[in-house]
């Protein structure tokens, strides 16, 4: 179907998926969601004529799949697995779109929904806070908004070593200013939520900076943001 018409027939789906009885019928997960929702996402990493088109029926297939969440709360994590894999590798504009339905998927997602794609999740918002296009890192940012999100970043070493790393390196290098507030902006939250571990990862990472060429250290930094990247599996 042309973009256009098939952002028309998302238009009546969503009205369809919002009248949807609950709990969710499991051929309506199978079929709609599973076989036809989702796979249009991987349209962002098609040749250049198809990826293009998704801008134009994406806010009508984001509704489509936030609603599924909202009725099923208990879908989100696949859902959320599912697009991180499928991550935009060459258009930060489709990466910003794909943060702000991650962002609305999570919002039906408690504490332990978010723990089973922690690290998957933490690890990709890591990259994009880490962007140079500030679009991609301004919208990650927006996503510690997100009080659960924000917990789970703090819930381990590794973890909160993690975002303090990509926060640091945004705080410092980044050429827009406004990025570099908001990463300082959340610096701070999570200080304040775990004052003793915050401390003990920024010493380490403040060791690991002092270096005579700081560009060094940002390297170690974007290394270690690759491999995690890479272990992000199908």
């Not at 408690?110 to 301004?138: P, W, Y």
């Amino acid at each position: 179907a042309a973009p256009h018409k098939l952002a028309e027939l998302l238009e009546i789906f969503g009205s369809i998926v919002n009248g949807f009885a609950v709990p969710i019928r499991e051929e309506h997960v199978q079929v709609f969601l599973k076989r036809c929702l989702l796979p249009l996402h991987t349209l962002s990493n098609t040749p250049s004529a198809s990826s293009n088109q998704l801008t134009t029926f994406f806010p009508q297939m984001a509704y489509c799949v936030v609603q599924f969440a909202e009725k099923d709360p208990g879908l989100s994590p696949f859902i959320v697995q599912y697009i991180l894999r499928h991550w935009p590798r060459h258009n930060s504009l489709h990466e910003v779109l794909f943060l702000g339905e991650l962002e609305e998927i999570l919002d039906h997602m408690d504490g332990n929904m978010i723990n089973m794609v922690k690290h998957d999740l933490i690890t990709r918002l890591s990259l994009c806070i880490a962007s140079s296009h500030f679009q991609v890192a301004e919208r990650a940012l927006m996503m510690w908004n997100n009080e659960l999100l924000i917990g789970q970043s703090c819930a381990d070493q590794p973890t909160m070593e993690l975002m303090l790393a990509a926060l640091e390196k945004t705080r410092r290098l980044h050429w827009n200013k406004n990025v570099q507030a908001m990463s300082l902006a959340a610096l701070t939250a999570l200080s304040q939520l775990d004052p003793i571990m915050y401390e003990r990862c920024a010493e380490k990472i403040g060791q690991q900076m002092k270096t005579e060429d700081g560009d060094v250290v940002m390297n170690v930094i974007d290394d270690d943001l690759r491999m995690r990247k890479a272990s992000i599996k199908d």
